[in-house]
């Protein structure tokens, strides 16, 4: 059984920071990208920001410069630290792992709950 589990969203002002986080957990033998994904109110789902398990990153221009994604490799854990946020910001935040279980070798796609994150104007 493996699960992802996010936290730190919240309520935050406009132009104040958050930090998420998302830790992996279960049979996993190898944890290849991790990514950061949200969904707005009446908007379909959209990729934030991804990061390879060298370290390799990639973000949505609506986010380049504010957030930084990073990772702990020892921990299977992936962060997102938003600055600067914005009210345009306001969803669901959702971590998505691409990770090798045990016993299975191939790639499967593993999803959090979801930690929202709100911005006030």
């Known amino acids: 059984q493996v699960q992802l589990v996010e936290s730190g969203g919240g309520l935050v002002q406009a132009g104040g920071s958050l930090r998420l986080s998302c830790a992996a957990s279960g049979s996993i033998f190898r944890n290849n990208a991790m990514a950061w994904y949200r969904q707005a109110p009446e908007k379909q789902r959209e990729l934030v920001a991804t990061i390879t398990s060298g370290g390799r990153t990639n973000y949505a221009d609506s986010v380049k410069g504010r957030f930084t994604i990073s990772r702990d490799n020892a921990k299977n854990t992936a962060y997102l630290q938003m600055n600067s946020l914005k009210p345009e910001d306001t969803a669901v935040y959702y971590c998505?792992?691409?990770?090798?279980?045990?016993?299975?070798?191939?790639?499967?796609?593993?999803w959090g709950q979801g930690t929202r994150v709100t911005v006030s104007s």
């Open positions: 998505n792992a691409a990770l090798i279980i045990t016993g299975r070798p191939w790639e499967t796609d593993y």
